[in-house]
């Protein structure tokens, strides 16, 4: 689970299921308010284990690493390509 804080009230904006529900999030608020909006916030990955916890990035360095990841996200979970043939 993904989780939004924000880094001068300390306290939690949001969770999100998957790294796409975050970069979703995340563009919106970029689209609606700009991304200096971005500075006050970090986000953080809270995984089923302990050591599975990591802080995703900050400011707008956040935004690129949730693009990342939700891109790595959906390539793992996507059909094979419509434009390979299958033998047989």
Same mark, same amino acid.
């Not at 608020?29 to 609606?32: F, Q, Y």
């Given at each position: 689970m993904y989780e939004l804080w924000d880094s001068i009230t300390r306290n939690m904006v949001d969770t999100y299921r998957t790294a796409t529900e975050a970069e979703e999030y995340l563009g919106r608020?970029?689209?609606?308010q700009g991304s200096p909006v971005l500075r006050r916030f970090f986000l953080s990955y809270? $995984?089923?284990r302990e050591e599975d916890d990591a802080l995703v $990035?900050? $400011?707008e360095a956040m935004l690129v690493?949730?693009?990342r990841?939700?891109?790595e996200e959906r390539a793992a979970i996507s059909p094979?390509?419509?434009n390979h043939r299958q033998v047989g």
């Open positions: 608020m970029v689209r609606e809270e $995984g089923d $990035g900050e $400011g690493a949730i693009k990841l939700a891109t094979p390509s419509a």
